[in-house]
């Protein structure tokens, strides 16, 4: 069995691979597990910013799993949901042509946009339309992709571990969530002047820490759980839900 684990941005990935031994091949720009034949690592760029590179890879590793993994923005105050949090997706859409891509088992619905939704009032609006509880930027992409090559076409499934980011009410620290991206890899200078310059100060830039510490706990905790299962399976169990079959 070939299990690839696919993320949006390396600070999601970096939760894998600071617990398990990972060694990096140049040629498809994949992590490759040490200690489980089979098991795989990339990331996709935001919004699968690079498909041909994407797909390449999928077509080489030909995964009979692939598990799509990251943060997603709550679109509802009134959600309960909290950072850290998991969703059980029943379907997603994608937000440009209104695509529905069933799913399940799961209730929730998570819709894909191609840039970073951060004011409250869009949020309400992909809320009511897509009748929606989250949003992200790679889901129905990677669906696509799988779906367009031939060999994974009915083969592979599409597993989603979404956890939920930002909330609505934080809008205003999420906006600027990019300056934060690849925070352990920067030196000390560019640490303080991003704190420095940090719009809102040092205060609203470590309550923005302290949220996106939680939300990340919470992704490696559902990834490394939901990897052991499905290893332990020898496949994707039933109970753990969100499951997709491209076509």
């Known amino acids: 069995m070939v299990l690839l684990i696919l993320t949006g941005i390396k600070e999601e990935l970096s939760v894998l691979l600071d617990q398990h031994p990972f060694e990096f091949e140049k040629d498809l720009r994949v992590y490759r597990s040490r200690q489980q034949p089979g098991l795989y690592a990339a ?4 919004g699968v910013r690079h498909p041909g590179r994407v797909k390449k890879m999928l077509e080489e590793l030909q995964p009979d799993i692939i598990v799509n993994a990251g943060l997603v923005g709550i679109l509802d105050e009134r959600d309960p949901a909290r950072p850290g949090d998991r969703l059980k997706l029943g379907q997603v859409v994608k937000s440009e042509s209104e695509t529905i891509f069933p799913g399940g088992p799961g209730r929730d619905t998570l819709v894909t946009v191609d840039r970073p939704v951060h004011d ?5 609006d992909l809320a009511e339309r897509y009748h929606a509880r989250a949003c992200d930027m790679e889901a129905s992409k990677i669906l696509e992709l799988v779906g367009s090559i031939k060999p994974l076409q009915n083969h592979s499934f599409v597993h989603f571990v979404k956890i939920a980011g930002d909330r609505p009410e934080e809008a205003a620290l999420y906006e600027y969530e990019y300056m934060l991206w690849d925070w352990p ?7 303080m002047r991003i704190l420095l310059r940090f719009p809102g100060g040092p205060v609203a830039f470590f309550k923005l820490r302290r949220s996106k510490a939680r939300a990340l706990r919470g992704l490696g905790t559902e990834l ?3 990897i052991q299962a499905i290893l332990k399976f020898d496949g994707i169990p039933r109970n753990l839900g969100s499951t997709f079959i491209p076509h």
């Open 43 to 46: 990331t996709t760029g935001p």
């Open 120 to 124: 409250m009032l869009d949020k309400m």
């Open 185 to 191: 890899y920067k030196g000390m200078f560019d640490k």
């Open 224 to 226: 490394l759980s939901t």
